[in-house]
C-alpha cells in the first residue's frame, strides 16, 4: 500500500495541474496595474484566439492579449522547462545539486547577450535575445568538447560544467565594468536577475514549441533515467545506449535553457527546488515525475510572475529576485528534512 501512495498522488497532481493551468494563465492576466475583470479577460483571450469576436476597449484587450497573456505563456513555459532541465540534469549526473545553469549555459548566454548590448557584436543582425542565444550555445560545445563529447563520467562533466560558469562569470563581469556606462550598467544587472517585460508573442510562441519538444524527447528517454540512478555500468547493462542518451538529453536542456535565458535572462533555483518538492510527491519514476515536475513548475512560475507585478506598487521586480527569496528557504528546508532522514 505504501507503494501506491505515490501514483495516488500523482494522478492527483495532474487532475489538479492539468485544468488549473489554463486558470492561472488568466489569473495572470487578470492582475496589474490597471484593473481587468475575469469575464473581460477571458473575452479578450477567446478574441486573441480568434475564438470569440466580443467588443472590448483597444487598450484594454491589447494589455490582456499582447502583455499580460504572453507574459503568462512564457512564464509557464520558462517555469516547466527549467524544472525540466533540472530532473534530467539531477538523473544524469547523478547530483541532488544539479540544475540547468550548471552546465555553463545560463553563463554563456549572460556573455552573449552583455556582448550585443554593451559591445555591439552582430551589428543589428543579431538581437539581445540571439546573442544570448548564441553564447549558451557556444558554452555547451565548449563543455562537450572538454568532456570528450560528454563521455566522461558525470563527476567529470560537473567540474567542467562550474569551471565554464566561472570563466564566463568572469568575462561578463569584466565587459560589464569596462565597457558600460552608469544606465547600461543597470540595464544589464535587470537583464541578467531575470524580467518577464520585453516578453511578446513571438518570444513565447517560441519558447512554448520549444519547451513542448524537450518534454516530449525526455518522456521518450524516461525509462533510461530511471536505470542513471543505479550508475552507467547498470544503464548498459540494461541496453541503454549511456553515452548517446546522456548526449541527447544534455542537448535538449541546453536548448531549453538556451531559449529561456535568451528570451528572459537567468532565473535560478526553479531547476534546483521543483524537481525536488516533485519526488517527494510521486516518487522517483521519470515517467510520473517529468510531467509533474513539467507542471509544477509551470504554476510556480506563474504564480511567481505575478507576485514580482504585484508586490510593489507600480513597480516591476525583476522574476529571478522572486524565485531567490522563494526557492532558497525552500532548498534549505529540503536539506533539513533530507539530513533527518538520513539520521
Not at 6 to 18: E, H, I, S
Not at 242 to 249: G, H, M, S
Not at 312 to 327: F, K, N, R, Y
Request: glycine share 12%.
Amino acid at each position: 500500500m505504501s507503494h501506491a501512495l505515490p501514483g495516488w498522488r500523482a494522478a492527483g497532481l495532474m487532475l489538479a495541474c492539468v485544468p488549473g493551468l489554463p486558470l492561472m494563465l488568466v489569473l495572470a492576466a487578470t492582475i496589474g496595474d490597471m484593473p481587468v475583470s475575469f469575464g473581460d479577460t477571458a473575452r479578450a483571450i477567446g478574441n486573441g484566439l480568434g475564438l470569440t469576436a466580443f467588443p472590448l476597449p483597444a487598450v484594454e484587450a491589447g494589455i490582456v492579449w499582447q502583455y499580460r497573456m504572453s507574459r503568462a505563456v512564457m512564464a509557464a513555459c520558462s517555469g516547466g522547462g527549467l524544472a525540466l532541465c533540472g530532473l534530467v540534469m539531477q538523473a544524469i549526473l547523478r547530483n541532488p545539486l544539479a540544475e540547468p545553469y550548471l552546465l555553463g549555459i545560463s553563463a554563456g548566454a549572460s556573455l552573449g547577450a552583455v556582448g550585443v548590448m554593451l559591445l555591439g557584436i552582430g551589428g543589428s543582425a543579431l538581437s539581445v535575445s540571439g546573442g544570448a542565444f548564441v553564447g549558451a550555445c557556444l558554452a555547451f560545445g565548449l563543455i562537450v568538447l572538454i568532456t570528450r563529447g560528454m563521455s566522461d563520467s558525470p563527476p567529470r562533466i560537473l567540474l567542467a560544467g562550474i569551471a565554464g560558469t566561472q570563466l564566463f562569470n568572469a568575462l561578463t563581469a569584466y565587459v560589464v565594468s569596462t565597457s558600460a556606462n552608469a544606465e547600461q550598467s543597470r540595464s544589464v544587472m535587470f537583464w541578467l536577475l531575470g524580467s518577464l517585460s520585453g516578453v511578446r508573442w513571438p518570444d513565447a510562441l517560441l519558447s512554448l514549441g520549444v519547451t513542448l519538444l524537450g518534454f516530449l524527447i525526455v518522456m521518450r528517454f524516461a525509462r533510461a533515467l530511471d536505470t542513471f540512478t543505479f550508475g552507467d555500468e547498470v544503464s548498459t547493462t540494461l541496453g541503454i545506449p549511456v553515452t548517446f542518451v546522456r548526449i541527447a538529453l544534455l542537448l535538449t536542456t541546453a536548448l531549453i535553457t538556451a531559449n529561456i535565458v535568451s528570451a528572459i535572462g537567468a532565473v535560478g533555483f526553479v531547476g534546483l527546488v521543483i524537481p525536488h518538492i516533485t519526488r517527494m510527491l510521486t516518487g522517483a519514476g521519470h515517467a510520473v515525475t517529468v510531467p509533474v515536475a513539467f507542471l509544477i513548475g509551470s504554476h510556480f512560475m506563474i504564480v511567481a510572475d505575478i507576485v514580482s507585478r504585484t508586490l510593489i506598487t507600480h513597480q516591476v521586480l525583476p522574476i529571478g529576485v522572486v524565485t531567490a527569496l522563494v526557492g532558497a528557504p525552500a532548498f534549505v528546508v529540503l536539506l533539513y528534512r533530507s539530513r533527518e532522514k538520513n539520521q
